[in-house]
């Protein structure tokens, strides 16, 4: 994905869209994880 | 999946063991930490496994079976029978299936078999053992191939690339299973889907959801595989290519679960129309031994012949309908329709599978198209 980036951005702009890119999956993997038996837990939604 | 991100946490913390340890130990570290880890977590399956190479091996090497090549085949056969006393459903009922034995039954079959054929030479113990006992795909494969984990241990060296290259696909593999084969495909569609009013839609939603959640869910544990494997320096086989971008049904299972497909073309398909010279009856003889590799039973015994009869279908509409053919594969509104095609083709065969009995199946379909 990063050398992908590397391609058609500079590096510092590379370097902020796959830092964003990576907390943006993190942050979908921990969103999905705190849903358990129909409600968010942490989250109390 | 709590004991598959248990295993990459395992190689995490090892990873840097692995690389300060000299060349000629990296692969005995890596079969002594699996070995120390399945001892606690699977003594029984590291036994089953220890003792079938064990016999494999000895049969190699003090050649027991002297009349003609009866204990190479013998070796071929040895690791099977676990799998089928397992999988049948006797066995099922009783015991509990020893952790990761379709896999490692499976990478067995494929040294004895190769060596059958005279393509690899006859394993020391520790390389076969540095073989199987590697943890990474332990638990849901690929079934990759001893030349290519060998050619990768002997060019192991630290590369920062594969380190973060396995870093990213261990985070594809997670966000693959949690989000998208977790929550979306195993709450969020079938909660739409109860919700609707139109129960045909509801059933075509919940059919949509399964495929794409046994997707989701097994490309999420093959990329966690493949990412742990290039912690470590190995780069580990891919097993699934878009397979919802094919446009036939016979791209799709060279898309789909490829580690497991090529094995049954190698291994079934190949040497049944070497014997038989018959091509129909040994793509149906591998598309059971497919499907007969997830269970033993009645449902998928049906659908690996379905699967058969579609790849056949591919295959001769190719030939009787020239035109459509270069339609599908050529123009891009015909690629479109051939991977609609495909992915519902598949779906709805995937009802077999969930379906427990005879009269369950022909409810669904009954539900489904009437």
């Excluded at chain 2, 079938?52 to 090549?69: E, H, K, N």
């Excluded at chain 2, 594809?172 to 969020?188: D, H, R, T």
Aim: hydrophobic content about 55%.
């Amino acid at each position: 994905m990063y050398s992908w980036l590397l391609k058609y951005f500079r590096k510092p702009v590379a370097n902020l869209l796959i830092f964003i890119w990576y907390l943006l999956l993190i942050i979908l993997v921990l969103f999905a994880s705190d849903f358990q038996a129909g409600r968010f837990h942490y989250l109390q939604w | 999946m709590k004991l598959q991100a248990l295993f990459v946490l395992i190689v995490f913390l090892t990873t840097p063991l692995i690389w300060r340890v000299p060349v000629f130990w990296k692969a005995n570290c890596m079969a002594g930490i699996t070995f120390l880890v399945l001892s606690f977590i699977a003594p029984l399956s590291l036994l089953l496994m220890l003792l079938v190479a064990i016999s494999q091996w000895l049969i190699w090497q003090f050649d027991f079976f002297q009349s003609g090549r009866i204990g190479y085949k013998i070796t071929c056969i040895l690791p099977l029978l676990p799998l089928v006393f397992y999988k049948t459903e006797a066995g099922v009922q009783h015991w509990l299936i020893p952790l990761g034995l379709s896999f490692y039954s499976f990478r067995q079959v494929h040294v004895a078999f190769e060596v059958y054929k005279g393509q690899i030479q006859k394993p020391s113990l520790a390389s076969y053992f540095q073989y199987l006992l590697f943890l990474p795909v332990m638990l849901i494969g690929p079934i990759h191939r001893m030349p290519e984990f060998k050619r990768s241990l002997r060019r192991m060296k630290w590369n920062a690339n594969y380190f973060s290259e396995g870093l990213e696909r261990i985070l594809y593999g997670f966000v693959k299973i949690k989000f998208l084969g977790n929550f979306l495909c195993s709450l969020e569609i079938p909660q739409i889907a109860h919700q609707t009013n139109h129960f045909w839609l509801r059933l075509y939603l919940e059919v949509v959801a399964f495929t794409g959640n046994a997707y989701f869910q097994f490309a999420g544990f093959s990329d966690l595989a493949i990412g742990s494997g290039l912690l470590w320096g190995i780069k580990v086989m891919e097993n699934f290519n878009a397979p919802f971008m094919a446009t036939n049904m016979q791209e799709f299972w060279q898309r789909w679960h490829i580690s497991l497909s090529s094995w049954c073309r190698d291994y079934v398909f190949y040497p049944l129309l070497a014997l038989g010279r018959n091509r129909w009856f040994a793509l149906i003889c591998a598309m059971l031994v497919l499907a007969l590799w997830h269970e033993i039973s009645f449902r998928y015994i049906v659908w690996g012949i379905i699967q058969g009869l579609l790849i056949l279908l591919t295959v001769t509409s190719r030939k009787k309908l020239p035109a459509l053919s270069v339609f599908i594969n050529q123009h891009p509104a015909g690629r479109w329709i051939g991977r609609l095609w495909v992915f519902h083709l598949f779906s709805f065969s995937c009802i077999i599978i969930g379906s427990e009995g005879i009269s369950s199946l022909s409810e669904n379909f009954k539900n489904l198209f009437f």
